[in-house]
T-cell receptor
Framework: GAGVSQSPSNKVTEKGKDVELRCDPI?????LYWYRQSLGQGLEFLIY????????KSGLPSDRFSAERTGGSVSTLTIQRTQQEDSAVYLC?????????????FGPGTRLLVL | AQSVAQPEDQVNVAEGNPLTVKCTYS??????LFWYVQYPNRGLQFLLK??????LVKGSYGFEAEFNKSQTSFHLKKPSALVSDSALYFC???????????FGAGTTVTVRA
């Protein structure tokens, strides 16, 4: 079946602009996760959704970052007033449930470059 | 808080030789351990996981990993490496009281023909 998809695959933006990154999870997966992969910080957890709710947003780096999920499916990660340090690969993952044994399946990522 | 260490930045092996990628973890409760592989410009691909039960876990593409509680390790192994196994490998741990994965820094594996 179809895996996790993300769009765009690449995004180049100017400092100060807003960007939206989209994630389509595997159909039927109730849990959705956002991670960031950067050279300096490795793989960092950002936020997760159970259904449309985000119980813990503490991984978001600053208040310029926000995320939402609608219909228990598609999620959008928004970065306002982008900064150069936001340049990274943003990875989305989904799992059937949030149980500890559940496997998180990752999408191909969105590579963001802030000039 | 949970954490993972991958002590080797790079592992180089010849094709046909055994491959081992090391991982040690720290977690407050019972660990839930995962291995992922990342090919260039691709997302993370799940290889295998340890939740409970047999300490030797078998996964995709001939990979296996051994959970060792006393040494807090979860090393990834493959008996005979292929050139196509060249990639970036990540170990991850999940605390039973948490929902996020904590990843190691990654190990770049190069298999030479």
């Amino acid at each position: 079946g179809a895996g996790v998809s993300q769009s765009p695959s690449n995004k180049v933006t100017e400092k100060g602009k807003d960007v939206e990154l989209r994630c389509d999870p595997i159909s039927g997966h109730t849990a959705l996760y956002w991670y960031r992969q950067s050279l300096g910080q490795g793989l960092e957890f950002l936020i997760y959704f159970q259904g449309n709710s985000a119980p813990d947003k503490s991984g978001l780096p600053s208040d310029r970052f926000s995320a939402e999920r609608t219909g228990g499916s598609v999620s959008t990660l928004t970065i306002q007033r982008t900064q150069q340090e936001d340049s990274a690969v943003y990875l989305c993952a989904s799992s059937l449930e949030t149980g500890v044994g559940e496997t998180q399946y990752f999408g191909p990522g969105t590579r963001l470059l802030v000039l | 808080a949970q954490s993972v260490a991958q002590p080797e930045d790079q592992v180089n092996v010849a094709e046909g030789n055994p491959l081992t990628v090391k991982c040690t973890y720290s977690v407050s409760g019972n660990p839930y351990l995962f291995w992922y592989v990342q090919y260039p410009n691709r997302g993370l691909q799940f290889l295998l996981k340890y939740i409970t039960g047999d300490n030797l876990v078998k996964g995709s593409y001939g990979f296996e990993a051994e959970f060792n509680k006393s040494q807090t390790s979860f090393h990834l192994k493959k008996p005979s490496a292929l050139v196509s196994d060249s990639a970036l490998y990540f170990c991850a741990v999940r605390d039973p009281n948490d929902y996020k994965l904590s990843f190691g820094a990654g190990t770049t594996v190069t298999v030479r023909a």
